[in-house]
């Protein structure tokens, strides 16, 4: 008997975030457990604290065999994966990691397009493979300077993607669910704002919501010299609507950092040069991790502290 609570851990977490959740609490690491069901028989009243991130979230069955369960603490900012509001229903407090991972994952946005529009990949293999040296240089590609750019949900990351694309001199329209106070023009029309950008970029949260807000009429408004980067959830984009389109050459390319059935790739996009694909890794890096794995642990030991935490998810900002 340590006395410290008990802590579910979903997901794997950085050796810096486990010496802090150690320190803290009793650390059991769900998929360490070889019957998950005699598990939770054993231990599942005893936890008070989940630690998970934003794809492993925390299933209903899971969430409902902790009686006890106080605070979901989860690594990222997206929480599509856990029923905040059943949580909250509950006095369960869900925490998330927004802001610290806004200029990471604009980047990688920005590098995606870019990488897209430049044919960054292609032509990387086109000088590996010793082409250019025998077969001379490779076809122009489309600038990105000065281009329509239109932002599928101007929040925190969008805001962030928006403040970079001045220094491209681009014009920026957006798309949410409510006009913003900003001076970029809005669209409540998304067939409409992508009938009018050379570029969209999406970055809304995941969930019921928001599932194929990218669907084919948005796609063919976007059109043959368009391009799509997703770095929002894969679920937002109707993915076969979008490889039909690139197939057909109804879409001129896109850059995906997210999936529908991630890590499953549709076959069909390992085939096209017109895609820079990426595996989840918007806000990958060491520094990135570093921050929202802080987050993720201040947010508990605050809970453990004073029962307050530092970033609630708006669901639970009231409890
Ligand atoms: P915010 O909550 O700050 O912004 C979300 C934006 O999406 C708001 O502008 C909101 O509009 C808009 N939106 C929400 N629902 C809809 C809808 N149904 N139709 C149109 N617009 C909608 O979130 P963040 O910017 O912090 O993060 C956004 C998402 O990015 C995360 O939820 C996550 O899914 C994804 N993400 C992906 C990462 C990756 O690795 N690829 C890393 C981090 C985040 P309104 O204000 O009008 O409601």
Same mark, same amino acid.
């Given at each position: 008997?340590?006395?410290?609570?008990?802590?579910?851990?979903?997901?794997?977490?950085?050796?810096?975030?486990? =010496?802090?959740?150690?320190?803290?609490?009793?650390?059991?690491?769900?998929?360490? /457990?070889?019957?998950?069901?005699?598990?939770?028989?054993? !231990?599942? =009243? @005893?936890?008070?604290?989940?630690?998970?991130?934003?794809?492993?979230?925390?299933?209903?069955?899971?969430?409902?065999?902790?009686?006890?369960?106080?605070?979901? $603490?989860?690594?990222?900012?997206?929480?599509?994966?856990?029923?905040?509001?059943?949580?909250?229903?509950? +006095?369960?407090?869900?925490?998330?990691?927004?802001?610290?991972?806004?200029?990471?994952?604009?980047?990688?946005?920005?590098?995606?397009?870019?990488?897209?529009?430049?044919?960054?990949?292609?032509?990387?293999?086109?000088?590996?493979? +010793?082409?250019?040296?025998?077969?001379?240089?490779?076809?122009?590609?489309?600038?990105?300077? $000065?281009?329509?750019?239109?932002?599928?949900?101007?929040?925190?990351?969008? /805001?962030?993607? @928006?403040?970079?694309?001045?220094?491209?001199? $681009?014009?920026?329209?957006? !798309?949410?669910?409510?006009?913003?106070?900003?001076?970029?023009?809005?669209?409540?029309?998304?067939?409409?704002?992508?009938?009018?950008?050379?570029?969209?970029?999406?970055?809304?949260?995941?969930?019921?919501?928001?599932? !194929?807000?990218?669907?084919?009429?948005?796609?063919?408004?976007?059109?043959?010299?368009?391009?799509?980067?997703?770095?929002?959830?894969?679920?937002?984009?109707?993915?076969?609507?979008?490889?039909?389109?690139?197939?057909?050459?109804?879409?001129? +390319?896109?850059?995906?950092?997210?999936?529908?059935?991630?890590?499953?790739?549709? =076959?069909?996009?390992?085939?096209?040069?017109?895609?820079?694909?990426?595996? !989840?890794?918007? $806000?990958?890096?060491?520094?990135?991790?570093?921050?929202?794995?802080?987050?993720?642990?201040?947010?508990?030991?605050?809970?453990?502290?004073? +029962?307050?935490?530092?970033?609630?998810?708006?669901?639970? /900002?009231?409890?």
């Amino acid at each position: 008997m340590t006395g410290k609570p008990d802590l579910l851990m979903i997901g794997s977490v950085t050796d810096r975030m486990m =010496a802090r959740l150690t320190a803290e609490f009793t650390v059991h690491p769900l998929f360490d /457990q070889p019957d998950e069901a005699r598990f939770l028989a054993d !231990h599942g =009243a @005893a936890i008070s604290a989940v630690l998970t991130n934003g794809h492993d979230g925390l299933r209903p069955d899971l969430m409902a065999a902790l009686p006890n369960l106080k605070i979901v $603490s989860s690594y990222g900012v997206g929480y599509d994966a856990i029923d905040a509001t059943a949580a909250a229903e509950r +006095g369960i407090v869900v925490t998330h990691t927004p802001n610290v991972l806004n200029d990471e994952v604009a980047n990688t946005a920005l590098l995606l397009w870019f990488a897209v529009s430049r044919r960054l990949v292609p032509n990387d293999a086109y000088v590996r493979a +010793g082409r250019w040296e025998n077969e001379g240089n490779t076809p122009l590609t489309h600038s990105v300077q $000065s281009r329509m750019v239109g932002i599928v949900g101007l929040g925190r990351i969008g /805001q962030a993607i @928006a403040d970079r694309l001045a220094v491209f001199d $681009s014009t920026v329209l957006y !798309h949410a669910r409510s006009p913003k106070n900003v001076s970029y023009r809005y669209y409540a029309n998304l067939t409409e704002m992508a009938a009018d950008s050379d570029v969209l970029i999406c970055i809304t949260p995941g969930g019921p919501e928001t599932k !194929h807000l990218i669907n084919k009429p948005v796609i063919d408004a976007l059109g043959p010299d368009g391009i799509l980067v997703n770095v929002s959830r894969g679920s937002v984009v109707d993915e076969t609507a979008m490889v039909e389109a690139l197939k057909d050459g109804r879409l001129g +390319g896109a850059g995906l950092d997210v999936f529908d059935q991630e890590p499953r790739v549709p =076959a069909d996009l390992l085939a096209m040069d017109n895609v820079v694909l990426q595996p !989840h890794v918007g $806000s990958a890096t060491h520094e990135t991790r570093q921050a929202m794995g802080d987050l993720t642990c201040d947010n508990l030991s605050q809970w453990l502290k004073d +029962g307050t935490t530092v970033t609630p998810v708006p669901e639970c /900002q009231t409890l």
